[in-house]
């Protein structure tokens, strides 16, 4: 067994005593194997680790997995999981609730009414992920390097007269021909547009003295980058420049409150306290960042209801945003990780 392996397997008896997990969440058999699951099940047992998966992806897996059994089913993988359960004598069996549906769930209890029992493990890949080590921050740099030239490269693209939608798609070719992925859908909203926080790309036609806000992020190797850009085209409206000026404090000053041992809850609360002295924090509804590695969203989340602390290896963004309705909107992005002092901005070396 790897060492992440070996670390989730020390958990079991942390968690009900349980005998093996299911996993079922894509990035989850990812972080675990090295491999980019599709689809297919893995079973962790304290001793062996089992891929389970079928004739489409059978020939790949046996590839790419080292020191896991890769097991191919034929008419449901819950029989083959009951199966390998039955075989090693697994009496009680992890999984977690937020990755199974009630319908799978019925399912499992049906092909194996008696034994293993199933029993709760929420969480238990996850909370590895939120650490990440020296090999996952280099390949979210390397996200970031490619994310640089991009962001210059919409630096010559950004225009009026030209739409959002023939921007997204320039932005597309560009980060094609390099042989990366989206993260996520591109948010590209330009002038009253930028009030929505998650903004669909429209066709609407960009125009002088407006801002463009741009949001999006490079996936290379499967982890990710997430920055958000503002471009003000012509001149900028003292409004705007108020609430970016705000913004950009807010953002640097819960910055300085990161590191190990600090409550995700207060840093979430320190931009908060800058806002409102510009009496902008209304306008700021969602929570101030989260985790960034194989998911886009992970933990730990930044936010007033988190119960997280920071702990060094952590990557998260800091993200305040104010959005006036009908308007315009404007957030600041960078990601920072958590260092053993303190913090850095991995992306502070560009503007």
């Known amino acids: 067994m790897n060492t992440r392996l070996k670390k989730l397997v020390e958990d079991f008896s942390r968690h009900k005593n349980i005998d093996a997990l299911l996993v079922t969440n894509d990035s989850n058999i990812r972080y675990l194997t090295g491999f980019p699951a599709s689809e297919s099940w893995f079973l962790v047992t304290k001793l062996k680790a089992f891929y389970i998966t079928d004739s489409r992806y059978i ?17 449901m993988p819950c029989a083959t999981l009951c199966e390998l359960t039955k075989q090693y004598r697994i009496k009680r069996l992890g999984f977690d609730e937020r990755q199974t549906s009630y319908a799978l769930w019925k399912k499992l209890k049906e092909f194996c009414p008696r034994n293993p029992k199933l029993i709760p493990a929420t969480g238990m ?55 990366a992925e989206f993260s996520f859908p591109p948010i590209i909203a330009s002038g009253p547009n930028s009030c929505y926080p998650h903004a669909r790309v429209t066709d609407r036609v960009i125009r002088n003295n407006e801002n463009v806000l741009l949001d999006f992020g490079m996936d290379i190797k499967g982890y990710k980058s997430d920055l958000t850009r503002n471009f003000f085209l ?45 009496s902008l924090a209304k306008y700021f509804g969602h929570s101030l960042g989260h985790g960034v590695g194989l998911d886009i969203h992970e933990a730990p989340r930044l936010s007033s209801q988190s119960t997280s602390i920071l702990e060094e290896g952590m990557i998260v963004t800091v993200e305040p945003g104010v959005y006036i309705p009908n308007q315009f909107g404007i957030r600041v992005e960078d990601m920072v990780l958590v260092t053993k002092e303190g913090c850095e901005v991995l992306s502070g070396y560009y503007n």
Not at 137 to 143: G, I, K, L, M, T
Not at 144 to 165: C, T
């Open 59 to 75: 020939l790949e897996a046996r590839q790419g997995l080292k020191g896991v059994t890769v097991k191919q089913y034929t008419r």
């Open 125 to 179: 890949v996850e909370a590895l992920r939120e650490v990440k080590d020296q090999t996952e921050v280099e390949e979210v740099r390397n996200s970031l390097k490619l994310h640089y030239k991009a962001i210059d490269f919409m630096k010559k693209v950004v225009k009026p007269g030209l739409s959002e939608r023939q921007i997204a798609l320039k932005l597309e070719a560009f980060v094609k021909s390099h042989g």
């Open 234 to 278: 012509g001149r900028i409206a003292p409004r705007v420049k108020q609430v970016h000026e705000a913004l950009t404090l807010a953002q640097k000053e819960a910055i300085k409150l990161i590191k190990p041992g600090i409550k995700c809850s207060d840093v979430d609360a320190q931009a908060r306290k800058v806002l409102r002295k510009y």
